[in-house]
């Protein structure tokens, strides 16, 4: 510190005895030198100055600094050391974080950053001067520039994004800084990237094309992937922003095979268990899930989502999941997400569902993976997001799966399996579903419910589910003993509104369910007593909704085959018990409460606390279908409860009724003719736009004509009057416009007989060409005829030879004198060759 005040002494220059000068005066005497000091080192002192008394008095030298300092970065481009230190005054200046010398200033306020950030970025040049100092290679400049524009995306993000996407290879400057040698750089880099990235999609997109993906990957095996640092989950949560809630990016990430590199990463060591997940290890993992769960979450596009779900079942990345799941040693957060990712990888997808359907846990006796986790969802002991994650593994397991629903309607039935004491799904949900805990209720009710979502047939199959009663009492079926458990008064209310949603969706489209409902005994009376209590309590006002829901639902999915319990009977005794207005307000208390609007948001299932965990989501989209209709329904009806229908109305109401029909009729024809009217205008419109077109182009020709006989005519006339002198006028006479007319004339004739003649020569000399290359051939097909004839010759004349020689030897001796014999050197009468000629 004596340093520092020594070297801002010698900037500053000594002070008189007894008169210490403020912060304010310090920083303006710095501001001046900067401003007005003609010498380099200098200016350079004074910003050494600031920077240092940047982070004590940051109010000061960000109001009265922040133009000298932009001054510097515009004009001292050269000096790397005065750059770097205007650039980590301003970053001082503009940071969010609090530094420990201004702890104790009470004039900093929390958001200080964020003011100057504004100011700084009023001139949008300010933004482009220093993006323009990524391309220093300084270390020095360079990473005091990324963390500035690092703390200005922080403060301002979206001003920020919209500023780098319009200055000139913004993007692709720090995608190119990934490539450094330097790890700090690059991994400041990543940090910005990460900044930047969040919640536009225009930047996720050129982010992911300047090949990030590749440059990321490569980054996160360099540093020892899941097993790394903190640069691998920096890389990951950037993975993460550019994929989520971006189908473009997800179907480039699919594409590129990068979901196969992301299977290997899954891939535990096998002396993970004896060495133990690190915090850095968890948190990796947790990003790594995150990335799957981006790729493949409901809220994405279905086509994506598919495709996602299908590469990863080929790559074997479902199976590395599985087998987090079946490894020893997990913690427990990995754990849960872990199940999370599975569901969203199954849900909908029938072969990855049966693929995690044929997981066998390793215990003893071996049991499929999907009882193991029914049997943690059901324990009360376990964590609550891992059931929660358990439950929501479940219902996506069966999400859109009828061979998955009938395999848990089946253990519920009677069989003659040999193997009574194995353990079931069916079991297990049963024994939650009675047991004394009131979330293992909640979630038994819940699991039982998706499996008949959609499944009439297994609805009706479910009647036939019989339990045994102590005391050797007949048994009872489960919709007798779901009921006889909800008017007990000791079931909890969370454990009332699990079996409300299980008998509503049971109900729904079920005639033969809403019949053994009413066959119950007391269930009609409890549901009216309900609905004619008072209570006050918010969670009774949702129970009493529910309970007018499933009263809706007899007499909607009721097929009238009971006597006394029929649509009209129920009706009135609405009508007379609750009242039609009553009973509409009641049923409407669902969508008023909070969890309503909290379960319809998603379909997994998210709660800080178990009192959360009221409402599903299949039941809320149930209850959004039918709401109306219900309420509609029992508005139908008189005190007498007979169903209000047009033949039931008096004459009045009835022609009434018949006259805003013949309007409605009317009001259809003249919008049925609007319409018609509409398309015949449309296509006239595309027909005029047509002609437009090219009345355009036309228009565009003619005046390139123009322009081009204007320039040809401006250089006649130009030629004109070199010949007449520099006497004449400025205004040219009739006769010189006429000759140089003519003479343009003679030009356009001229160039059109020489464009003929070339013409003419062209096709000449194809003709000629033509004429060589038959030329051409003839003659290499004569030199084909003269060698065949040679070789003939050549055959012709061995074969000569060869009979001479035999004639020589077999002709018989005439006379004792031997024939006469040419000597050597003379010629024989008679030539070789002339008996072949």
């Not at 079942?313 to 987090?324: D, G, V, W």
């Not at 129970?543 to 007899?554: D, E, S, T, W, Y």
């Not at 027909?687 to 077109?693: D, F, I, P, Q, V």
Request: net charge negative.
């Amino acid at each position: 510190m004596e340093f520092l005040k020594s070297g801002i002494k010698t900037v500053l220059g000594s002070t008189e005895p007894g008169q210490q000068p403020s912060a304010a005066e310090t920083v303006e005497k710095l501001v001046d030198r900067v401003y007005s000091s003609t010498l380099l080192e200098d200016r350079r002192d004074a910003c050494r100055a600031l920077k240092a008394l940047s982070r004590k008095y940051r109010i000061e030298v960000g109001a009265q600094g922040m133009p000298p300092l932009v001054q510097v970065l515009q004009n001292d481009g050269q000096d790397a050391e005065i750059i770097s230190y205007a650039l980590d005054t301003l970053c001082n200046v503009v940071t969010s974080e609090e530094f420990d010398e201004e702890a104790d200033n009470p004039t900093v306020s929390v958001n200080v950053g964020e003011q100057f950030t504004e100011m700084f970025i009023k001139t949008p040049e300010h933004v482009t001067v220093v993006m323009g100092y990524l391309d220093e290679y300084d270390f020095r400049v360079r990473r005091a520039a990324i963390q500035l524009i690092t703390s200005l995306i922080s403060n301002k993000t979206r001003e920020l994004q919209d500023l780098i996407l319009v200055s000139p290879m913004g993007v692709s400057k720090l995608m190119d800084l990934l490539t450094d040698s330097r790890e700090v750089i690059r991994n400041d880099v990543l940090l910005l990237l990460i900044e930047l990235t969040k919640g536009n999609s225009n930047i996720q997109k050129i982010v992911a094309f300047e090949n990030a993906f590749d440059r990321l990957f490569e980054i996160v095996r360099e540093e020892g992937c899941s097993d790394g640092g903190i640069v691998v989950e920096d890389c990951l949560i950037l993975l993460l922003n550019l994929l989520k809630n971006n189908s473009s990016n997800q179907q480039f990430f699919k594409e590129g095979s990068y979901i196969q590199r992301l299977a290997p990463m899954f891939e535990l060591s096998q002396d993970a268990e004896e060495v133990g997940w690190s915090p850095q290890k968890v948190s990796n993992f947790h990003c790594l899930l995150q990335v799957v769960r981006a790729l493949v979450t409901p809220s994405n596009q279905q086509q994506v989502v598919a495709a996602c779900q299908r590469v990863m079942q080929k790559s074997r990345l479902l199976h590395a999941l599985c087998e987090i799941l079946m490894s020893s040693g997990v913690p427990p957060d990995i754990l849960t997400e872990t199940i999370n990712a599975v569901a969203e990888v199954v849900r909908g997808d029938r072969d990855n569902q049966d693929e995690w359907g044929r997981v066998m846990a390793p215990s003893n006796p071996p049991r499929p993976v999907i009882v193991v986790l029914l049997m943690s969802m059901i324990n009360e002991k376990q964590l609550l997001a891992l059931r929660c994650a358990v439950l929501y593994c479940f219902e996506c397991f069966l999400y859109r799966n009828p061979d998955g629903q009938r395999a848990v309607v089946q253990t519920l039935l009677p069989s003659s399996a040999s193997d009574v004491s194995a353990l079931s799904t069916g079991q297990l949900l049963c024994t939650g579903l009675f047991s004394t805990d009131a979330l293992a209720n909640w979630f038994s009710a819940v699991a039982l419910m998706h499996s008949l979502v959609e499944n009439v047939a297994l609805k009706e199959e479910l009647l036939r589910v019989l339990l045994a009663t102590p005391g050797g009492q007949r048994p009872i079926t489960l919709l007798e003993q779901c009921t006889n458990l909800m008017q007990q008064e000791r079931y909890r209310l969370q454990s009332k509104v699990g079996l409300l949603m299980l008998l509503s969706l049971w109900l729904a489209h079920c005639p033969g369910a809403v019949k053994a409902l009413l066959e119950t005994q007391g269930t009609m009376a409890y549901l009216t007593a309900q609905l004619c209590s008072n209570e006050h309590d918010e969670r009774e006002f949702l129970v009493q909704g529910m309970c007018a829901f499933l009263m809706g639902l007899c007499i909607q999915f009721n097929d009238n085959s009971l006597p006394g319990q029929k649509r009209e009977d129920i009706s009135q005794l609405i009508i007379k018990r609750i009242g039609q207005e009553s009973f509409c307000s009641k049923l409407a208390e669902v969508s008023r409460h909070e969890a309503y609007s909290r379960a319809c948001k998603q379909a997994q299932i998210r709660a800080k606390s178990a009192g959360e965990l009221l409402l599903d989501f299949e039941y809320c989209k149930l209850y959004k279908g039918l709401e109306a209709l219900i309420a509609k329904l029992v508005s139908g009806f008189d005190v007498d409860g007979i169903e209000l229908t047009e033949l039931t109305l008096s004459s009045e109401a009835s022609a009434l009724v018949s006259q805003y029909k013949g309007i409605i009729r009317g009001m259809d024809a003249q919008i049925q003719a609007l319409q018609q009217s509409s398309k015949e205008l449309e296509q006239e419109n595309a027909e005029l736009k047509e002609k437009l077109g090219e009345e355009q182009s036309l228009k565009a020709q003619l005046l390139d004509q123009n322009t081009l006989l204007k320039a040809q005519l401006g250089a006649s006339t130009g030629q004109v009057q070199s010949a007449q002198g520099a006497e004449s006028t400025p205004t040219a006479t009739e006769e010189e416009l006429n000759a140089a007319r003519y003479q343009a004339n003679m030009y356009f004739a001229e160039n059109i007989r020489l464009t003929k003649e070339l013409e003419t020569l062209r096709q000449q000399l194809s003709a000629e060409k033509q004429r060589a290359d038959a030329a051409q051939e003839s003659l290499a097909a004569t030199q084909k005829d003269q060698e065949d004839l040679l070789e003939l010759l050549a055959d012709q004349e061995a074969k000569l030879t060869r009979y001479e020689e035999v004639d020589t030897s077999n002709a018989p001796p005439t006379s004792n004198v031997a024939p006469s014999v040419p000597a050597a050197g003379e010629e024989s009468p008679i030539p070789s060759g002339s008996a072949s000629r």
